[in-house]
């Protein structure tokens, strides 16, 4: 069996992580293409059978995977229809097609890559059809697919993993671009679709099985995305927790108060006075010290310090080497290398590098208790988490600068100190604070003196 992972285009709704591979984008620290990757190896599949089409910031991929020997990298064909045209004659009867930016539960990949139907293809429960790809389904055949369509046509998602033979990928290769099969009035983009030629496939009297995942899949698409996926994901971690786990090397301080169960790495410390409210899962070489409250689900990436009564609230997934200090609370996601050692109130993705200047603060409460819009290339969204910040790579923020509910920052931009952030900023952006300054003459008379 032949595994084909493909890694997506550009995708402009992901900003302020848009110039990421949303197959790179870590779920639990480790980048999702990894997890993919580390399964099938897991699982019995050569790495030679392992072909990746690298598509958007093939650099990216190819940093993450050179390690792996063997795996075929394939950045030299123009799209995926042409990629998986090349590699057609040296593919087996049976194929495993994964698209990189979903993220999954591992049960649910065996199902699929177990399932012994000639053509199979993963679903999970529908939610927002109008916003999938999506099939109609009966007795476990799959009978269509449609794009983004109302919800009486369809009754599950596509969840980005297929099992299909040969036949059916000839298909595939050989289908038009868009959807042929279509309600009337739908608009879709001509681009290429998978389910497009397993429609033809289908209308020629072949029939494709529905495997249904058990648990939640992710597509990363919007920034959000990536705060559902880590907790998602985090929650299913600690379920499996049942008694703590204390690496022989680690220490906890006689004076931390510890309620709930914790997994501790090597050369870990969790020193005078902590709190521990929930479970907690800490990596290898990181100091929790002095006062640092910790509440909920937590994970911290390694080489990272809580100290000096910084305060997580879970569920929070902390990224490698980064800094909580004097008083800085968080919740969300951070990536690595994060810093925010002052006075701070954050709630969202904060993305790899960036500097939490002291007194920070996002404002995630409307007035109205409603869901901050995000106008995102012409459509309006207002998922689940909404209202968190979310700022890219490398961006500095100013002392005091307040975020509105639901800004998002670019990557590589500074902001001028005592901003409110009213809007969205740019990448490689420089806001800077206009002020009216009024003097007038003061002293000591005005007291009467």
């Known amino acids: ?18 110039k990421w591979q949303p197959a790179c984008l870590e779920v639990l620290n480790v980048s999702n293409i990894i997890h993919q990757v580390d399964f099938f190896i897991k699982n019995g599949i050569n790495p030679k059978d392992i072909h990746v089409f690298l598509g958007h910031q093939p650099k990216q991929v190819t940093h993450l995977l050179w390690k792996y020997s063997g795996i075929q990298l394939h950045g030299n064909f123009n799209d995926s229809r042409s990629f998986l045209a090349g590699i057609y004659p040296s593919l087996d009867e049976k194929t495993v097609i994964v698209k990189s930016d979903y993220v999954f539960v591992n049960e649910d990949l065996k199902k699929i890559l177990h399932h012994n139907a000639e053509d199979s293809v993963l679903l999970t429960e529908k939610k927002e059809s109008t916003e999938a790809i999506c099939a109609n389904v009966e007795n476990d055949d799959i009978q269509y697919f449609l794009g983004h369509p109302r919800d009486h046509y369809v009754t599950h998602q ?63 698409r919007f920034p959000w995305d990536i705060l559902n996926a880590n907790v998602y994901h985090l929650d299913l971690l600690v379920k499996q927790m049942t008694e703590n786990d204390i690496s022989p090397s680690a220490k906890i301080d006689k004076t931390a108060s510890i309620h709930g169960v914790i997994k501790i790495g090597e ?5 005078k006075n902590v709190v521990v409210n929930g479970n907690l899962i800490v990596g290898d070489h990181v100091v929790i010290d002095n006062g640092a409250i910790l509440n909920g689900n937590i994970l911290i990436g390694d080489h990272s310090y809580v100290k000096d009564y910084a305060k997580l609230e879970g569920p929070t997934v902390i990224g490698k080497e980064n800094k909580f200090g004097h008083n800085a609370e968080f919740k969300g996601v951070s990536m690595k290398g994060v810093s925010a050692v002052h006075y701070s109130e954050m709630f969202g993705v904060i993305g790899r590098y960036v500097d939490i200047a002291a007194a920070c603060v996002a404002g995630i409460l409307r007035f109205n208790d409603t869901k901050q819009p995000h106008n995102m290339t012409g459509r309006i969204y207002t998922p689940e988490h909404s209202n968190a910040i979310f700022i890219g790579d490398y961006t500095r923020t100013g002392i005091n600068n307040v975020f509105f509910p639901g800004v998002k920052v670019g990557s590589n931009s500074a902001l001028y100190p005592g901003l409110n952030v009213e809007k969205d900023v740019a990448h490689e952006t420089l806001v800077i604070k206009k002020q009216e300054i009024i003097e007038n003459r003061w002293d000591a008379k005005r007291y009467g003196w």
Do not use: T, W
């Not at 069996?1 to 848009?18: A, N, Q, R, T």
């Open 1 to 18: 069996m032949k595994v084909i992972l493909l890694c997506s285009d550009y995708e402009e709704k992901l900003f302020p992580y848009d």
């Open 158 to 220: 596509v969840a980005g993993v297929y099992c299909l033979s040969k036949a059916a990928l000839q298909y595939i290769i050989h289908s038009s671009d868009g959807f042929e099969k279509r309600i009337s009035g739908s608009m879709i983009p001509d681009s290429f679709f998978i389910e497009n030629g397993l429609n033809q496939y289908l209308d020629d009297g072949s029939q494709i099985k529905c495997k249904l995942a058990e648990n939640e899949v992710f597509q990363l």
């Open 267 to 271: 050369h870990s410390y969790v020193g």
